[in-house]
């Protein structure tokens, strides 16, 4: 009923086995075993289930490598639970004493992205089995195999490790800004107990439940608004070109300045519309309701700078530049915008009227210093953990490299990276 891919042993020492056609009478989505087609690598689940006769070679354990041979080609290991090896995915298995199971995933994986880099493509790239039995034999031994593969696995988890850890942390970051944002912090640096236990400490406002020591204003009395030059022909520079920022410059929370454009402007103009450290740009216009309104602080690097008629400035009077950041980015101002912003040939836009009467929260000064120091705290931290995991990953593509090409002995490492261990602990 069933035939077996007739694979190759590469070198005989390993062998790479095609899934098989399933019949799809027997998909469905609860009897059965998983059925791991090419959209599930990289995962540990699967969309369908099959229920019928099947040969057990296509069985799929945990820890098996598989590759998809359409498409993006990836070396994958299977996290899920035992499942089937559909058509176009195939299994690679160490068949010989001279290759460890755990090195192959690791030596494969730059080997089979050099295949799909080199494999032309018209619509679709596909591998072939013929493919991967041209990859050449390690030139490593079974004994160092076993070290580099531990290496390059406790590298692995720590860059997991890491990524969720991110995860965790962002996720509390978005909980805390909403509770410095309406809860505030007491003059004890502790956050206040929510209105529902502390009624008492809070009174009703268009912003809802803010604290009674906080004020309800708006834009229009927080802040001086300025729009942006709009651009037009007399604006191509030429003789005094001045530069300035665009939407693309302006993301939430953050400025990119790879591409800066010019306009043309006079220096008397540059001086009176030029951004000072502090001011606030808001995005006018944007296709996604989600980006719409997002917000950046100008800092010493775009002083002076002209900005364009799709940004917003925003020169705070008696709010710290930084709480107004976080306000108006935060979850509150966010969905004002998915309510008010206008459609207009698929881009949604905000105007100036709508602006100003946004509501703002205003806590005393010393109450803003104290919201933007947990906020400042927090953000130091997650962005710590960032570029661990940026060493992480700049450390794990080094030892690939150095490791499974031989040109770096394991054991000398191992004694290095045990003495740095150690110095370390002392």
Partial sequence: MFELDKALLLNGKIEVLSGFAFPSSGFNQLDGLPLIRIRDLGG?????????AYDPAYRVSKGDLLVAMDGDFEVHRWEGEDALL??????ISS?????????????????????????????????????????SEPPIGFPAQERIAQILDTLDTAIRETEALID??????????????????????????PQSEAP?????????WISKEWEASTVEAEFDVESGITLGAHRVPRNNPKQYLRVANVHRARLLLEDIATL???????????????????????????????????????????????????????????FGLLWMNSAFVRAYWRCEAATSSGLNTINRTKL?????????????????????????????????????????????????TGRVRVTPLLESMHQSSAQTGA
């Fill in 44 to 52: 540990s689940t699967t969309e369908v289930r099959f229920r019928g």
């Fill in 86 to 91: 559909n058509q176009r995915v195939c299994r």
């Fill in 95 to 135: 068949s010989s004493r001279e290759i460890d199971q755990g090195f192959l995933y690791w030596y494969l994986k730059p080997k089979i992205a050099e295949i799909h880099r080199r494999t032309p493509q018209t619509t679709v790239r596909h591998l072939s089995t013929k493919d991967i039995y041209t990859i």
């Fill in 168 to 193: 965790k942390l962002k996720a509390v970051r978005q909980g805390l800004l909403h509770d410095l944002l309406t809860r505030g912090v007491d003059a004890n640096g502790q956050l206040r107990p």
């Fill in 200 to 208: 008492q400490l809070y009174k009703e406002s268009p912003l809802g």
């Fill in 264 to 322: 043309q402007a006079s220096d008397t103009e540059a001086s009176l519309r030029g951004l000072h450290p502090g001011d606030l740009l808001v995005v006018e216009g944007h296709a996604s309701t989600e980006e719409i309104g997002r917000c950046a602080m100008a800092d010493e690097s775009v002083r002076g700078l002209l900005f364009q008629n799709h940004l917003f400035r925003l020169r705070a009077k008696r709010l710290l530049s930084v």
């Fill in 356 to 404: 100003n009467r946004l509501d703002v929260a205003v806590p005393s000064l010393s109450e803003q210093e104290r919201i933007v120091s947990v906020e400042l705290d927090f953000a130091s931290r997650l962005r710590r953990e960032e570029q661990t995991l940026e060493k992480l990953k700049r450390e794990k593509i080094a030892l690939m490299e150095d490791l499974l």
